[in-house]
C-alpha cells in the first residue's frame, strides 16, 4: 500500500459515515427556565440510549434525521423533537413537579372516590393521576391486546370502555398521567402459564413469574406498548425484581440463580422495554418499595428507567418525575 493509502481509506470511510447518517452527532439539554445544564438527562433517538454529562452535553453515534429524539430528565416534562437541519441540538426541558394521586385497580371501581379525585385534578392542588394499568393480580383496567388475557380472565371487571377517550379528557385539563402495572407479580399470568412461574420447593406459585422468561416480559410490554400509543405520558412498571425469600421459599428458576443472573436479566427487561417502546414518546419509571435496589449495575443507560418512584401511597412525590 502506498503512503498515502491510509489517508485515503480514513477520507473514504468519513464519506461513507457521512452519507449513512452516522456521522457522531453533539447536543445539549438545558433548563427552559434557568437556561442551567441539566446532567444525566437521558436521550433516545435511532435505537440508542444515552446520558447528558455534568456539563447538559451528550454524543449521538448515529443519527437518522427521519426520527425524532426523546428528551427525559427527572423533575421535567419529556420533549420529543427532531434535529435540526443545521447545527447542534440546543434542547430546553419545562420543570414539572408532580402534585399526584394514585387510584389502585379496586379504587377505580368505586365512583363516589374516582369522581372526588376527577374533581381534584387540573388545579393547583393536583396534576398527577397514578392509575392501574395491571395490578398484582393481573387485572387489567382496559381492553388490550395482550396474547390469551381476555380468555385467562384477565379483563374481569374493566374500568375503562374507552381508555383513549378517559386521557384525552385528562390532558384536556393538563393533568400528567402515569399508567402502573405489576410485572412479575400477577396472579392471572400465573395461573395460567405454570411453566413460567417462580419454583416453591419445586412446585409452581400462584404469584410470582420468572424474570429469566422473555415470554413474560413480551406479554407486559405488550400491555405497557398499547398504554403508551394511547397517550399515558409515564409507564411505571411495578415489581420488577425477583421475589423475596420470605415470598417464595426455596425458589428456582429457569436459568442459575446468581447475583450476575438476577442483574442480567433486569437490565435485559429494561433494554428490550426501551426498545419496544422507543417509538412513542413516553417515560418509564420502576416503582415499588424495592425501586433502586434492584437496578443493574454500571453506566448503561439503556438498562435503567428513566425514574424511579416511591411505592404508591408511600407520601410525598408518589407520582410522576417529580418523584424521582
Known sequence: MSARGPGLLALLLAAALFACGCK??????RDYET?????????????????????????????????????????????????????????ELEPFEARGVYLSYNTLGKPEVRARVMSWL????????????KDERGRMTFYNGAPRAGQMG?????????????????????????????????????EHNQAWTVKAKGRPNMFWLDPFRKEVWNYDLTI????????????????VR???????????????????????????????????????NVCLSQGGRSAGSTS???????ALPDYFAPQPGAGRGGAGPAGS
Open 296 to 302: 443493574p449495575p454500571g453506566d448503561d443507560a439503556s
Open 35 to 91: 437556561k442551567k445544564a441539566i446532567a444525566d438527562a437521558t436521550i433516545v433517538h435511532a435505537g440508542q440510549t444515552v446520558r447528558s454529562d455534568k456539563a447538559g452535553e451528550f454524543v449521538l453515534r448515529r443519527v437518522d434525521r427521519a426520527q425524532p429524539v426523546l428528551l427525559k430528565a427527572p423533575g421535567y416534562l419529556c420533549l420529543k423533537t427532531n434535529l435540526p437541519e443545521n447545527g447542534a441540538l440546543r434542547a
Open 242 to 280: 425477583f421475589p423475596e425469600a420470605w415470598e417464595v421459599p426455596e425458589a428456582s428458576y429457569s436459568r442459575r440463580d446468581s447475583p450476575g443472573n438476577r442483574n442480567s436479566a433486569i437490565a435485559g427487561f429494561w433494554k428490550e422495554a426501551r426498545r419496544q417502546l422507543a417509538p412513542f
Open 122 to 133: 387540573g388545579s393547583k392542588r393536583l396534576n398527577t393521576l397514578v392509575v392501574d394499568i
Open 224 to 239: 405497557a406498548k398499547e398504554a403508551a400509543g394511547d397517550g399515558f405520558d409515564e409507564i411505571q412498571f411495578d415489581n
Open 154 to 190: 384477565a379483563f374481569g371487571a374493566v374500568k375503562f370502555e374507552d381508555i383513549a377517550a378517559f386521557i384525552g379528557d385528562m390532558h384536556r385539563q393538563g393533568v400528567y398521567l402515569v399508567g402502573r402495572m405489576s410485572v412479575f407479580k400477577d396472579s392471572v399470568l400465573a
Open 24 to 29: 457522531e452527532y453533539h447536543g445539549s439539554v
